[in-house]
């Protein structure tokens, strides 16, 4: 498995300013992703984070809106600028390591007011 | 691309008794087929997974089927207990783990 933490895990913002999502986790894995998931839904795919290059963002999602960096194997970013209300979600990283087995990070819940 | 459709959305089962969802895939390119547990407040916890040269997979008081030919694939919990109250989720991907396909979740309440 893998150990993944997250920072902040949760924050309260005013709208029109930006927050930034920290992912860290204890190993090198290849595969790192953003999801957002409403209160009550699935999870929605944001974004895969590449190493050393731009994130790969899925319909809906723009980077503009949802910048991301991804300096190394063991982090990345995730910012969610401009905020609305339609932003309050809860965000989480996710790693895909040996066989697939995708692990989850604790999750950032946001609230924009 | 892929879509995975899950049910029922909500299940809930007496203490002892048994609890199954079931999930379907559209693209048969999909072999890999996970399953996650999410409490509430709680990130999402892969409890089992399955792959397509696979039928079934049984870990202790679940277990995962999957027919390739019909495209669906489902989860079994016996003997549910009250701390398997969960949201439960299932996924398809593929052998390149680059992208995930989930259902729409399952709310499983077990009733003591």
């Known amino acids: 498995s893998a150990v993944i933490s997250q920072k902040p895990s949760r924050d309260i913002c005013q709208r029109g300013t930006s927050l930034t999502i920290q992912c860290q986790v204890d190993?090198?894995?290849?595969?790192m992703f953003w999801y957002r998931q409403q209160p009550g839904q699935s999870l929605t795919l944001i974004a895969t984070a590449n190493q050393g290059s731009e994130a790969t963002y899925e319909s809906g999602f723009v980077i503009d809106k949802f910048p991301i960096s991804r300096p190394n194997l063991t982090f990345s970013t995730l910012t969610v600028s401009n905020m609305s209300p339609e932003d309050s979600s809860i965000y989480l990283c996710?790693?895909?390591?040996?066989?697939?087995?995708?692990?989850f990070g604790p999750g950032t819940r946001l609230t924009v007011l | 691309g892929e879509n995975v459709e899950q049910h029922p959305s909500t299940l809930s089962v007496q203490e002892g008794d048994s609890a199954v969802i079931k999930c379907t895939y559209s693209?048969?390119?999909?072999?890999?087929f996970p399953w996650y547990k999410q409490e509430l407040g709680k990130r999402p916890q892969l409890i089992i997974d399955?792959?397509?040269?696979?039928g079934e997979k049984k870990d202790q008081r679940i277990a995962v089927t999957l027919n390739k030919t019909a495209k669906h694939f489902s989860l079994h919990i016996t003997e549910t207990q009250p701390e398997d109250s969960a949201v439960y989720f299932c996924a398809a991907s593929t052998d390149t783990g680059n992208q995930f396909y989930f259902g729409t979740g399952t709310s499983l309440t077990v009733i003591p």
């Open positions: 399955i792959r397509s040269n696979v």
């Open positions: 190993s090198q894995v290849t595969m």
């Open positions: 693209d048969s390119a999909s072999n890999y």
């Open positions: 996710s790693v895909v390591v040996h066989g697939n087995e995708q692990f």
